[in-house]
């Protein structure tokens, strides 16, 4: 299976989708997005431990951190491996002396404990290829003058106006994606023009 890793891009408030919120996630190298649906408690999980704040007692994915640590094992990598009825699949890679074992996850679970540990994140090219997206020149961050850990470093306000359009195709994706799971066509159809407005491309 081809893989490619990515980072976290950002977070970002969805209110079309319920109060969840929208992981994106960065290729390292290369410029595709992957947006992801995610709920309100997995977000702040994965906010908490990238602001470096620590909660006065182990939330969830800490204390499951703490359990493969204290077992021996090391979390060798993540990967969203799968989408499948619109829904994303991922799977933790553990390894413990010289064997190593793949527990099925849900993306936002495996990306809480892999930035707890320190462990990579990838993603099947079939997936990407599938939900990913390429954004307009305007929309990408000045390469020139920021580099990729300046982009960690903005502040959740910066990286909630920086990322707003690309959430917006992050939520329209997901509705082509039910629409198409849905053989709603002509729905599909706007839908997808819609996106490759934003885009900036000529149909």
């Known amino acids: 299976m081809k893989k490619v890793q990515v980072e976290i891009l950002g977070l970002s408030a969805s209110p079309s989708a319920g109060g969840a919120y929208a992981l994106l996630l ?7 997005r992957l947006p992801i649906i995610i709920g309100s408690f997995e977000a702040q999980s994965i906010a908490l431990e990238m602001e470096n704040i620590k909660p006065p007692r182990p939330l969830t994915h800490d204390l ?59 993603v099947a090219e079939e997936v990407i290829s599938a939900a990913g997206f390429v ?26 106006s920086s990322n707003i359009t690309e959430t917006k195709i992050a939520n329209l994706q997901n509705q082509l994606r039910e629409a ?24």
């Open 64 to 122: 499951l951190a703490n359990i493969i640590e204290n077992l021996g094992a090391t979390v060798v990598e993540v990967i969203i491996d799968e989408l499948r009825d619109n829904t994303f699949f991922a799977k933790i890679k553990l390894e413990v002396s010289t064997m190593t074992n793949e527990i099925d996850s849900r993306p936002s679970d495996a990306i809480a404990l892999a930035v707890r540990t320190g462990a990579p994140i990838f």
């Open 135 to 160: 954004p307009s020149t305007e929309d990408v961050y000045d390469k020139n003058s920021e580099s990729d850990e300046e982009e960690f470093d903005q502040n959740e306000n910066e990286l909630k």
């Open 180 to 203: 198409i799971e849905k053989e709603d066509y002509e729905r599909a159809a706007k839908l997808r023009d819609e996106i490759n407005k934003i885009l900036g491309k000529n149909n």
């Open 26 to 32: 960065k290729e390292v190298y290369g410029t595709r």
